[in-house]
Structures are given as structure tokens and as C-alpha cells.
């Protein structure tokens, strides 16, 4: 399963990066927001300063809600850098910018899924990733995982190409569920990847390997 860090904060996905388990990066206009970054001119640079940072792939969302607009938007995008995935919302307009940019070559990821039908429409029109949303599911009392685990049964139905890209994921619970079902990629905040490497067990067993080293010498 790829590992994408699910923000536009350069400290935090430069620490993702130092850990040396990092496949990509997410972004969205939230995420933008909260760091300051506004104005067209500062968003596309601070996409190229991600993209000089990370190894993989960094999803950069059109704004434009029409499909002149979301054309003109993701191939302006995509030029920036080729780790470039042009992200377009889940929206009629949407499925036919991911067919044009599927045509032309240009990767594409499909945001805002929240249905088995949506996902099975975004790999039709040839997106490179789907999105689903299991946190925001999960927080109106719907089962985000569940989701994961039927878009992963369609989609192996018919070999479809599409990666799950399993999305608004809150927490380490949530990467291993998606690990399980055989998402391909999660994004998530960088807590929710350290979060993988606690174990009190871990913490006790090397205090004590080190205390018995020290009785040693
Ligand atoms: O990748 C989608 C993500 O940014 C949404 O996460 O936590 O705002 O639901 P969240």
C-alpha cells in the first residue's frame, strides 16, 4: 500500500519524507487555506516546492466547477511538474474532464467520492486514482471502510486500473482497516503513519535491552 501525506504543510511532509515511506501527497483548497498559501501564482509554487520535496505523486485540485475551465485548470497543473495528478471533484463535468485528461495522458485523481457508483463512473472516464472519503462517512454514522471494501470488489470484478486512494483518513486504525482490504494508496495526516510505529511493548522491551547493556559494561 503507498503511503501519501494528506496536507499542504512543507515541515510535515518533509518529516514524512525523512521517515522514507513516502509515496506522495494530497493537497485540497482547505489544506491550501490552512497554511496561508492564497492567490493563484502562490498555490502553483507551493506545488512545485512539494513536488521538489516528495519522490511520488502530489494531487493538485482544479477550482473550476465546468469542464472548459477544469481543462484549462489541470493542463495548466499538469505542466507544472510531471509528479503533477490533476484532481478533479466527483461531478458530471468532472467525469468528463477525467475522460479528456485519460485521453491526453494527463494522471488524474477523482475527489469527493462517497459511493460505490461514483467510484465505478471515475474508472470508466480512465481516472488514475478515486478518493473515497472514510472519515467524513464515518462521521455522519456511515461506514467509510465498508466503502473501501466494496469499491475494492467492483473494481477487481472488471480489472479495473483506477487506484483506491482511500482519503480522509483521521487516524492509524483507519490506514491498517485500508491495509486489509487491499486499498492501494491511503493519504492521511502524518499522526496517523507515526501512529503505526507505537507499541508500548516496543518502548519496554528496548528500556530493558538497554538497561541490561548497561549492567554489562
Ligand atoms: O484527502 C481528502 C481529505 O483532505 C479530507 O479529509 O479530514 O477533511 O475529511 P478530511
Do not use: W
Not at 454514522?141 to 483506477?162: C, K, M, P, Q, W
Amino acid at each position: 500500500m503507498k503511503f501519501f501525506i494528506d496536507t499542504a504543510n512543507l515541515d510535515q511532509i518533509r518529516e514524512a519524507q525523512a521517515l522514507g515511506v513516502l509515496d506522495g501527497v494530497t493537497t485540497n483548497p482547505s489544506l491550501m487555506a490552512k497554511e496561508g498559501i492564497t492567490g493563484r501564482n502562490n498555490i502553483l509554487k507551493h506545488y512545485v516546492d512539494i513536488c521538489t520535496i516528495v519522490d511520488g505523486d502530489v494531487s493538485a485540485e482544479v477550482i473550476s466547477t465546468d469542464f472548459e475551465g477544469m481543462i484549462k485548470e489541470g493542463e495548466e497543473l499538469a505542466e507544472l511538474h510531471d509528479q503533477i495528478v490533476v484532481k478533479v471533484p466527483m461531478i458530471k463535468d468532472g467525469v468528463k474532464a477525467l475522460k479528456y485528461f485519460s485521453d491526453k495522458g494527463i494522471r488524474t485523481n477523482c475527489t469527493l467520492v462517497f459511493s460505490v457508483g461514483q467510484a465505478l463512473l471515475a474508472a470508466k472516464a480512465g481516472a488514475t486514482y478515486v478518493s473515497p472519503f472514510i472519515g467524513r462517512l464515518d462521521d455522519i454514522s456511515t461506514d467509510g471502510l465498508n466503502l473501501i471494501a466494496e469499491i475494492r470488489h467492483v473494481y477487481d470484478n472488471y480489472a479495473f486500473e483506477t487506484q483506491i486512494l482511500a482519503a480522509s483518513v483521521r487516524h492509524t486504525m483507519h490506514v491498517i482497516d485500508c491495509a486489509k482490504i487491499g486499498a492501494d494508496v491511503m493519504t492521511g495526516p502524518l499522526s496517523s503513519i507515526e501512529g503505526l510505529l507505537k507499541h508500548p511493548l516496543t518502548d519496554i522491551g528496548l528500556a530493558k535491552f538497554l538497561a541490561d547493556y548497561q549492567k554489562g559494561n
